[in-house]
């Protein structure tokens, strides 16, 4: 009872559950619910206030930061293409301390643009197409600091431009077409705190008429315009200012400078200037010492006059940068006041001898710093026998053609600190140059063309600290090389071309905690290269040079085995086809390893124990590193639960399992774009309960419902997903996008879909036998009921009339009784009987003509045997008259038992059964005697009565042919 109850309401339940199941997905994924993932920015990793929308061909700003949070604290929009600001368009962040929107397309800023920013520091508008700044473009702002407008082609400022701006102290103006000081004066006029203001780049022709700067205003760049005079704003216009930098505009009238005060400067610059600073200083109220003379003509008086002019009290430092000075004498500075630090940078200098000529003694004892770079510096004799200058502690002679180094060369500068010989074409550094340094800490020579170094090169810096040799052309560390440099913490080689390292080499080096080899041509490593340095190194970079596995046994020990405080290693892009293996226990004794990079290195496999012994480890970095799609074995990470990074990005890797990714579960970023990722995990996303940073960028997703789970996750979990509103599924045809991707699509196809195709199918498939078995014929018969009926319909055949008598229904077997017996007898009576092999007609099927032969006849004489009970056609015959017997309520059957069928066997036919229940029947009599009664009840039989639906007077002894119709023709 039940059963069939709950099968019959089956169909409609499971109906049910689909559409339920659908809905609530859809209320799942209803839009509204913030998805952790933006649609044009990023959130910096490290930041969670910090977005960056860049380079996202962005022409819309709500579009483009409507769904940032709003505790916003620093936006960046940088390199779109937005046009217009529209008021208010920020106030969804009022958090925003700083705002961004460098190189745009920005021609517009609607009044109240920013409206709402209470809390914005530094607002950016540099590279755009500003023209104006409409009145009120920066309401709201009270406390920006800092504006920055540079470069925009805003020919004028509207007086109100600035409108309040309470707190503003920088205001950047460079390179945006200003021609009129006087408006731009005008409009900063309520800008009460501000103290710095460029203007370079501008086409200013002079600064007046205008109405006075505001008195805060400390800083005032002037650079680059086409001022020709300084007094256009009248005499107080600079009064305020502490730093004026006039350089590089066409001031040659020195006079103008009289005009105006300027007493309270203490910079002044006036490079590029075609002036006369003697002059200058002459006429106006400028302090002697505030003028920068770099860049400016000194003319006959040359140094002297500069020097002359200074006086004799100390100086803190002396610049004297562009000034085309060939040549320094004994005693060319003699007359300048001792001054700390001394810039003689962008001269034409061939040589400094030894420094201490050139200046006074009281100058060598108290200079501090000496620059001299981008001069012609050719080399650097000995200076055994030199002044000594006690106080230097810095030299700078970068960026000049110093091709050799003397020895003793830097001996007038026993206490020197950091010594900066880099960029320059060194290619001979005698074995003494350096001498005995004993405050040395910093020494660089790095892009020069050093080839050999020698020990004695370093055994007088006993304090130095660093070391940087990087792209020279070393091709050998002898033995001991820097054994002197005990102190020695930072050491770059890199960019040399060593091959070979041994064990020597770094030999004496007791406190190296970072070695720089990246860059160069080893294309081995062992454990015992490091051996002297294995208690201290912490950073070892070995990034670009010919490391390469082929065989996952090592031979040796494993080569980091002895680095237990190494923390970061770096072994990427080894050349030139990478590492291609690592082999097993590579990594092993890396204990405290934090870092470990070992991208772009083609590797064919990573072997499951290779990170095992990196329990420390935070950061991993395998991008680039694929050699065509590989995977990850499982466990490989097995040992890294502190990892925080793991960047995978284009690693080639296709899948990502659990039992690869199940033990990081202290990561926090992962980057997996350019993979062939079909899919992300929903098992992986699980068990990463700490990410906050995942990019799949690039990956052709499949969007298959297996994906379904990705929008849940995405709603309870604190990842971002970068971009993930572009993240699109690899399918043919027109780019679809993975948000845009439906799972209720998934449960309607694979649910009601499949239900409905198949159901109907299913109850069909059980339905047919069931059909088959009862009602078969019975539709057949039905069918051609209506057949007929349209057929007579058609052809108005006429009704009622008979054109037999009788069908005669037979088994073949039984054909010879009925065609010597009941024929000649029947239609010897008169009756006109229809016989199928004599009167069926052709080329019809001959189920139609079985039905038109009972149809067309009055009665239906069935001859009953045991075959004819068996035999199909026969069967059907009978059904079919039968049915007449049912459905017109007339008795058409007249039945004719030819031989004793017992009822059991009758029973296998219980329609025939049913009919001979109801139907009496007429036996055959074997003996003679009985056989014209027998013809006579027959004949009575067919000719029958029109009483329908009585049962037939078996016996009726009319005259033959006197009733019933003539057989029609
Ligand atoms: C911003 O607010 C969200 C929750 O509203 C919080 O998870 C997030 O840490 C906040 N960000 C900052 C920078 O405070
Ligand atoms: C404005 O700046 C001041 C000082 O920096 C700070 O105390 C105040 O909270 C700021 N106002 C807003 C709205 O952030
Ligand atoms: C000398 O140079 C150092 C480092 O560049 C700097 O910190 C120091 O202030 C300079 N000294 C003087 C007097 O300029």
């Known amino acids: 009872m039940q059963d069939s109850a709950m099968e019959q309401g089956h169909g409609s339940l499971a109906q049910h559950g689909t559409a339920l199941l659908a809905l609530m997905l859809v209320l799942v994924r209803a839009p509204g619910v913030p998805a952790y993932g933006f649609r044009n920015c990023l959130q910096a990793p490290d930041d969670p206030g910090h977005f960056r929308c860049i380079q996202r061909f962005l022409s819309n700003m709500a579009g483009a930061v409507g769904d940032l949070p709003a505790n916003t604290t620093v936006l960046e929009v940088a390199h779109n293409t ?124 002079a600064l007046g008429p205008s109405p006075g ?46 005009r105006v005060s300027l007493a309270h400067l203490s910079i002044l610059r006036l490079a590029g200037n075609q002036l006369d600073p003697f002059q200058l200083l002459a006429v106006s109220n400028v302090p002697n010492r505030s003028l920068d003379f770099s860049g400016l003509p000194l003319g006959a008086k040359g140094v002297h006059g500069v020097c002359r002019c200074l006086g004799p009290a100390p100086l803190t430092q002396l610049l004297l940068q562009h000034l085309e000075l060939h040549m320094l004498h004994n005693g060319s500075l003699a007359a300048c006041p001792p001054m700390r630090a001394l810039d003689l940078s962008g001269n034409r200098l061939r040589a400094l001898g030894c420094v201490g000529e050139f200046l006074s003694a009281p100058q060598r004892a108290v200079l501090e710093n000496l620059t001299a770079e981008h001069n012609l510096l050719a080399g650097l004799g ?77 055994a007088g810096l006993p304090r130095l600290e660093t070391l940087n040799l990087r792209n020279n052309r070393v091709a050998v560390l002898f033995p001991g090389v820097f054994k002197h440099l005990g102190h020695l913490r930072t050491l770059d080689l890199g960019g040399n071309i060593l091959r070979r390292l041994t064990p020597a080499a770094f030999h004496g080096l007791g406190s190296l905690a970072r070695l720089y080899l990246d860059g160069n041509h080893i294309a081995h490593i062992s454990a015992d290269i490091f051996q002297p340095v294995q208690t201290t190194l912490e950073v070892l970079d070995l990034k670009g040079n010919r490391l390469q596995y082929i065989t996952a046994q090592l031979t040796h020990e494993p080569p980091f085995l002895y680095l237990n405080r190494l923390t970061d290693l770096k072994l990427q892009a080894q050349q030139p086809y990478g590492l291609k293996l690592i082999p097993h226990h590579f990594f092993r004794g890396l204990t405290a390893l934090q870092a470990l990079y070992l991208a772009q290195n083609k590797l064919l496999s990573v072997p499951p124990d290779a990170f095992d012994d990196l329990a420390q480890l935070r950061y991993l970095t395998l991008a680039d590193s694929s050699n065509g799609m590989w995977d990850l074995p499982p466990g490989v990470f097995k040992n890294l639960s502190r990892l925080r990074v793991l960047d995978l990005e284009n690693a080639g890797v296709h899948t990502l399992s659990l039992e690869v990714l199940g033990n990081l579960t202290q990561l926090e970023e992962l980057r997996l774009a350019k993979n062939e990722l079909r899919t992300f995990n929903g098992s992986v996303a699980r068990a990463l309960r700490t990410l906050h940073y995942l990019d799949l960028r690039k990956c052709p997703l499949s969007c298959a419902c ?129 016989l199928h092999h004599r009167d069926f007609r052709l080329g019809r099927s001959i189920v139609d003509n079985i039905v038109d032969g009972i149809y067309s006849s009055r009665k239906t004489v069935c001859v009953l045997s045991r075959r004819y009970l068996r035999s199909e056609w026969c069967s059907l015959e009978i059904q079919l008259a039968s049915y007449r017997l049912f459905d017109e309520l007339r008795d058409v059957l007249v039945l004719v038992l030819l031989e004793d069928v017992p009822e059991r066997e009758l029973s296998a036919y219980h329609r025939m059964r049913k009919v001979m229940l109801r139907k009496t029947y007429i036996h055959w009599p074997p003996e003679p005697a009985a056989q014209s009664l027998f013809w006579a009840q027959l004949c009575c039989a067919v000719r029958g009565s029109h009483a329908d639906g009585k049962d037939e007077e078996l016996c009726c002894f009319d005259d033959p042919g006197t009733e019933g119709p003539g057989p029609s023709s």
Do not use: K
Request: net charge neutral; with cysteine.
């Open 82 to 205: 937005i046009a217009c600001l529209l008021p208010g368009a920020f106030t969804h962040l009022p958090a925003l301390r700083s705002l961004h929107l460098p190189f745009n397309q920005l021609c517009d800023l609607a009044p109240g643009a920013f409206v709402g920013l209470q809390a914005l520091q530094s607002l950016n508008l540099s590279h755009n197409q500003l023209q104006t700044l409409p009145a009120g473009a920066f309401t709201g702002l009270p406390n920006l600091t800092e504006l920055v407008l540079n470069t925009n082609p805003l020919r004028m400022l509207p007086v109100d431009a600035f409108g309040p701006l309470p707190n503003l102290r920088r205001l950047l103006l460079c390179s945006c077409h200003l021609c009129d000081f006087g408006t731009i004066a005008q409009s900063l006029q309520g800008l009460t705190a501000l103290q710095e203001l460029s203007l370079c780049g501008n086409r200013l022709r």
């Open 213 to 258: 700067l505001p008195p805060s205003l400390a800083v005032l760049r002037l650079c680059n315009n086409s001022l020709v005079a300084v007094d256009g704003g009248g005499r107080a216009l600079l009064a305020g200012v502490r730093d004026l930098d006039l350089s590089y505009n066409n001031l040659s009238d020195a006079d103008s400078f009289a």
């Open 382 to 458: 000995s200076c055994l026998q030199a002044m000594r200058l006690p106080m230097l502690r810095e030299l700078n002679l970068s960026y000049n053609r110093v091709l050799s180094v003397g020895r003793g060369a830097f001996a007038f500068a026993p206490n020197l600190r950091a010594l900066r010989l880099n960029i320059n074409t060194v290619a001979f550094l005698h074995r003494q140059a350096l001498g005995t340094l004993p405050g040395l800490t910093e020494l660089r020579l790095d892009n020069n063309l050093l080839t050999d170094l020698y020990i004695e090169s370093f």
């Open 706 to 834: 297996a994906d379904a789970w990705l929008w849940p996750w995405l709603n309870s979990s604190h990842a971002q997903v970068v971009y993930l509103y572009n993240l699109t599924c690899a399918r043919r045809g027109p780019p679809t996008y993975l948000h845009g991707f439906s799972a209720t699509v998934c449960f309607l196809d694979v649910g009601l879909y499949l239900f409905a195709a198949t159901a109907p199918a299913l109850l069909l498939f059980m339905a047919l036998p069931v059909l088959y078995l009862r009602a078969y014929w019975r539709l057949r018969y039905h069918c051609f009921l209506l057949r007929s009926w349209v057929n007579e319909r058609w052809q108005r055949a006429d009704e009622g009339h008979y054109r037999y008598d009788a069908f005669v229904s037979y088994n073949s077997a039984d054909e010879a009784w009925v065609l010597q017996d009941l024929v000649p007898q029947l239609e010897g009576a008169g009756l006109c009987l229809c």
